[in-house]
């Protein structure tokens, strides 16, 4: 041994003892294995990004496993001796001396002038006599920045022998020691974004100091710290130490106890004046380049500072390829703003008024906005607004325009009135025809494209084709109205007019619609126009192309993001129709549950249909219970875009069905007398009587209320027509009319064949008729057969589900309850002050514990278990 490695402290040679508590982080540890596979790996992250601890719990998983020396690098390792002596203690440390005696022969190079690379081959030809690979570890690596040092270790790196595995840990790399590795397929690096903590890991962490908090508290503050470990360590502390955990756990941020001490001491003051001052003003921006960067701190070499400060990982990230871009992390920004805010106001001011400024005419006008509104410049703001609003809107970028126009105070200021005509359109678009409405003028001094639009969309949930005309006219009026503008006026046309039941009238609008936002970009628009042409194309009764048209926009809502928008609301319910139509029950009960979340409470025609169609899911599995029940929810929804009395006749038809197959005939028969029915009688209403006739053995009745269907008197939708068919076919049986019956059965399969018609066959009973029915057209014969196998299977009653009641949680327990009601997945959400996505998560468990596969299913299961 030399003397100098008498002098050694042996607190640095070992992993330091890391913090209480240890989260176990096996991908993080699968993926050091993995990475120590080659010679070298870096994990380089910003200060408290959990790097030294990482490393520690895993160096005492592995250690039985592996030899495993440790050195923690400090700035006196920047003298070659010290440092070649300290590495040399941490590998004699992981090895037996009678494992490699040429290890422990070796001595260190003394003084700066001694030929360290002379040492390093030596080094490396020790190394090569180990029977086994030795990792070592190198921590706080960024203290190193002696050229003579970086130089050997680099040269170690470059000749390490297959036995040497090296981790280097720190807040950046050694660049000048890395520079002929990196590249190799030698090298690994675990940079900020794998440390980052997940949600799951982030709830272990607090659950270890004591904090008891739901799901959507910890995803929200793991989301807020960005996965930074010292960050949610920190909130522990501070949330245990005060009268209300909850509170403080959602106040964290940049000015919450100890994180403004932490960033200032180990972070800020750490840097050069410059490069404090530098960040001091940047701090202000949201992302920023070279250019905007020089443009605020006047410094000419801004690009360099802003390259070196990302090398560095000093809380700033590239968010674009080509790292032009960078932005700070946001509890790092905040405390810079902070402290810029509270010690010099006006320069902040005089900050975001230059920032907004140089973007605005450098084309980034969102940014511009927020600049403006940050300096309390509100005329300055307003005129971006002015710019932005009717893209955004028209690109469906709904939450960013919502928070913008929430930025402005509560007084008018210029633009008022058309502000509040956007918020009423942001109402619209979710169906929210009550707070839409609010606050918005009787009349107006000019033209306003906002308040024409409100006055358009408003037309069109209710149905009211001249209303929606006529603002139409208004909006097209304007000289040169943008293309993009035409198509959502044609969008909206053609909606009012499909719920005005002129389909043929909606097709050609649509289309128009669809063509102009193809030719102008705008997707959001041609997703509304598919949504909608879908709908047509099943009224049209084409199942088969309304499933496809609905399809290719649900395909372009995934790509974007829109599936849980109110356009893509449409497309899931023709979607499920379709598969309900097609017997595919499964499937129905699927898109249709993706359709009620997608539509919003107050979108009262589409969210009612949508029940009423879930409530035929679950009839035709035989559940008549629940199937009254979403009925009866169905009426209650304001029917909204449809006439209420046409509503209340499709719903009472279907009540008065559901009552005659749950052989109940005389509450059947009240229904009826209650009916307010118009003349001529719609189908869905001589469907419902002709099968009363039926349940009280009046079979000639039956026969003689169905004739305006079966002469094509009575208009209605395909799948009715074939139910009027089968029923008048099974009266005749009833009658003793085999030749009649057979006749009558044989129309409704040609009816149903083009589209593969299904459930009408299964909804009337004939499964008797069709066993024994005949078809001399052979091209029939597949799908005879097929409607024949489902008539055969026919759906089962729901049973109570035996055995103990499952044991669900109490916030389980508050979901389940608000699943029977007309509440999206998002309002429930909201209902519960929780995140979407724990509310997602409670209904997989529900799911799971009842046995059930969807929210329907769910229902009846906890009410057959009294858990409703």
Known sequence: MSPDARLLMLSKIGPPLNPSPVVARPRLFHELDDAVGGSVCTVVAPAGWGKTVLLGSW??????????????????????????????????????EDTCPPLFSLSAPRGRGADGRVFVALLVNALSTLPVPVVLVLDDVHELHAPDVLDQLGFLLRHAPAQLRVVLAGRFGPQAALAEVRGTGRFREIGAAALAFTAEE??????????????????????????????????????????????????????????????????????????????????VCRTVDAALAAHLTGADDAGRLLADLHRRNL???????????????????????????RSDPGEARRLHQAAGDWLGRHGHHRDAFWHAADAGDWARAAHWFDRLWLPLYLGGDHSALAGMVARFPDDDGPGGTDRRAVRALLHLATGDLANAVRGLPAETSGPS?????????????????????????????????????????????????????????????????????????????????????????GGQNRPAEAANIARTGLDLAERRGWTHTAEAAMAWHVLGWSHYLWGDLDAADQYLDRAEDAARRGG?????????????????????????????????????????????????????????????????????????????WPLPLLLAKAELRLAQGDPLGALDTLRPALSGAADGFLEERIQAF??????????????????????????????????????????????????????????????????????EPVAARSGPRPELSAREVEVLRLLPGVLTVPEIAAELYISVNTVKAHLKSIYRKLGAPNRRTAVRAAQSMGLL
């Open 726 to 795: 089968l029923l008048a076919a099974l009266a005749s049986a009833r009658l003793g009319r085999s030749a009649t019956a057979g006749t009558l059965l044989a129309q409704a399969v040609r009816l149903g064949r083009r589209e593969r018609f299904v459930q009408p066959f299964i909804r009337v009973p004939v499964a008797a008729l069709l066993a024994a029915h005949r078809e001399p057209d052979t091209d029939l014969d597949e799908y005879l057969e097929t409607v024949r196998a489902a008539t055969r299977t026919g759906a």
């Open 449 to 537: 494209v906002p308040l024409e639009l409100v006055r358009l969309h408003r037309a069109r949930l209710a149905g009211d084709v001249r209303a929606a005309r006529d603002a139409a006219a208004a909006l097209l009026a304007a000289p040169d109205p943008p293309v993009e503008l035409q198509a959502l006026v044609f969008l909206h046309l053609g909606a009012a007019e499909l719920w005005a039941e002129n389909r043929p009238a909606a097709r050609r609008r649509l289309e128009e619609a669809l063509a102009l936002a193809r030719g102008s970009g705008r997707q959001y628009i041609m997703l509304g126009c598919l949504s909608q042409l879908a709908a047509v194309a």
């Open 59 to 96: 160096v005492e998983r592995r250690a039985a496993d592996r030899p495993i020396g440790w050195l923690s690098v400090g700035p006196e390792e920047n003298d070659a001796a010290p440092f070649w002596n300290y590495l040399l203690a941490a590998l004699r440390a992981a090895v037996d």
């Open 604 to 680: 009262a025609a589409e969210q009612a249909t949508i029940r009423c169609d879930q409530a035929l899911v679950q009839a035709a599995r035989g559940d008549v219970g629940g199937a009254l029940a979403a009925l009866q929810e169905a009426r209650d929804i304001p029917a909204g875009a449809r006439s209420p009395a046409t509503f209340a006749t499709l719903i009472g038809s279907e009540l008065i069905r559901l009552r005659c197959a749950s052989g109940q005939p005389d509450a059947a028969a009240r229904l009826l007398a209650e009916v307010a029915a118009p003349d001529p």
């Open 315 to 341: 809380f700033i990230t590239a968010v674009t390829p080509d790292r032009a871009w960078f932005r700070l992390h946001p509890i790092f920004a905040g405390f810079l703003r902070g402290r810029l805010e």
């Open 202 to 283: 982030a709830g272990e962490l607090l659950a270890g100091a004591g904090l008891d908090l739901d799901a959507d508290r910890i995803s929200t503050l793991n989301e807020r710290a960005e996965g930074w470990a010292a960050g949610l360590r920190m909130a522990a502390l501070s949330a245990r130490a005060a009268p209300d955990p909850d509170e403080q756990v959602a106040g964290f941020g940049p000015d919450a106890p100890f994180v403004a001490d932490y960033l200032l001491s180990e972070v800020l003051l750490r840097q050069p004046p410059v490069v404090q001052d530098f960040l001091r003003r940047i701090s």
